[in-house]
């Protein structure tokens, strides 16, 4: 790393800490020519290919934005949009791919936003996937009450069982 106050061609780190969720690192290092000290930010750049085949840099603020748009008029707040977006971009970055088709950071939005509201979920989806008809919503609702249906049988059964079964 150039040392931006005499361009020094090398410098020696001298700490190193993870920033913003460990998304970010920051070094302090020093330069052996001048001796003055200087920080860095390193950042492992996520790159999002589009149907078109252009590439953009991931976005938090742009997963959030189309969230919002979902959760219009919805009980969700604002704090609840950013942990989701925080859990899209775990899931994309835990891929480890440098560059993830646009496709995947959808999917990986749905699923969140389906446990955050049904609602919004179906906006959602019904953009994403592209519906084109009653039947496809159709279909959609009923999946979303089948998957209720399982969770409320599921947590029957967990009541029944008792406390000495979750032991």
Sequence with gaps: MRC??????????VDSREA???QLIRR????????????????AVLAVVKRSGVTEPFSRTKIMSGVR???QGRPVDEDAIAVLAQKVEETVRAKGA???????VGLAIL???????????LRFASVYKSFDSLDEFEKEIAELR???????????????AGP???R
Aim: proline letters at 6%.
């Design 4 to 13: 931006p106050y005499c361009r020094h061609a090398d410098s020696r780190v």
């Design 20 to 22: 913003d969720d460990g």
């Design 28 to 43: 302090r290092r020093s330069c052996p020519e001048c001796g003055k000290r200087f920080t860095t930010v390193e950042e």
């Design 69 to 71: 748009k979902a959760c």
């Design 98 to 104: 440098a560059e993830i088709p646009s496709h995947e």
């Design 111 to 121: 699923v969140p936003l389906r446990e955050l509201d049904q609602v919004a979920y």
């Design 146 to 160: 089948e998957a209720r249906d399982a969770r409320i049988a599921r947590d029957a059964v967990a009541r029944e």
């Design 164 to 166: 000495a079964a979750r």
